[in-house]
């Protein structure tokens, strides 16, 4: 029962190690942020000791060194999400960024052919994090199109006819989520994406909660831009990624200008680079890069699948334990590809539990997890989160179990 996936060296993350309020630490803030193994780390430190250098401005040795290291980051980054000779791949620093890049990209009147105009319109689902709702809200107000929402059934699941019901012609856009943080709930986003590519959309895909475990495949997917951040992937904070298809992020006006993304400058105007760099204004996180490319490297390493069906057996184990107890409803319970186990307890504030267990050494959160439209949408206040890494283990969901039912008593 306690074993970790065996493909996780012991002392590979030593922040697990430690004990917190004299008891072992039971990380499970997974979807916030994961931890990364020593392998991330090297890679970040061989840079950094090494070849620390701006990139594609410097002829000498180092800056050379740090180009080819971060293009070889690209490389494998997009080998990693089935990027083919259509696809490009562009450096964020997390999947807000990226989100807000597409949306304001596709958005900004200053363009010279901006992709939404008035009467146009944007369809998003009551599923997403606040990074995939409120870039889209301030484009259409910047572009006067509007703003159509696919909720979700009283379970919180999407569903093709639903979204086929809101898509006509004037649909420009349909982004949506890979996994809601908030519910754990993995929509049909293949189904979901195919059928708005079809109507003509350029689509979104927020990939933050889904590369740790179930990694889209671009090659397969209707797909224009896909978002995802590092640190929620065994990868460094502060770097992310924006991939799609060239095509579409060709489309886009750049977000950041200034250094490294224009081909030419004179006093009253400028010619951007062609892609990557015309979306990667401003010296990029080199380290950054580097560590995201050898945490995919990681996860391959480890397995999608064993990853994907470890993660899932917690995620299962945690959902029966926690149905179980008294006043406890567990949000999505029927999810699958989710390594998210959210819940609510009958008079009992998020906040006081995961104080509760946190004194217990288990790591949770609590709150609307940048999710407020869903919470809403469901009839449900604030959540206590836990959510899983393949370094947990099902011991650590029987003490996540035992210290919601200890606190329970406690707070009731
Ligand atoms: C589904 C989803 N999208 C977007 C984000 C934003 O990610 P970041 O803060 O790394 O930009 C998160 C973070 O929790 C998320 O869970």
Known sequence: MGDRLASVEAGSFEALAQRVHGASLAYLDNAATTHMPRSVREAMDA????????????????????????????????RFVGAGPAHELVFTSGTTDALNQVAFGLSDAGADTPVLRPGDEIVTTALEHHANLLPWQLAARRSGARLLVLRPDAQGRLHGDGLARLLGPRTRVFAVTACSNATGERPPYEELLALAAEAGAFTVLDAAQAMAHEVPDLSRLDCDFMAFSGHKMYGPMGIGVLAGRRAAL?????????????????????GWSDLPARLEGGTPNVAGAIGLAAAASFIDAAGRDRIAAHVGALRAHAVQRLAALPGVTVLSPQASGSAIASFVADGVHPHDLGTLLDERGIAVRTGHHCAQPLLACLGVGPTTRASFALYNTHDEVERLADGVAHALEVLR
């Open 47 to 78: 840079f950094e000791v090494r070849d620390r250098s701006n990139i594609h401005r410097g002829v000498h040795a180092l800056s050379q060194r740090a180009t080819d290291a971060f293009e070889a980051a690209r490389a494998v980054l997009a």
């Open 250 to 270: 060709e489309r886009l006006a750049p977000l950041r200008v200034g250094g490294g993304m224009v081909e030419w400058a004179s006093e009253i105007d400028a």
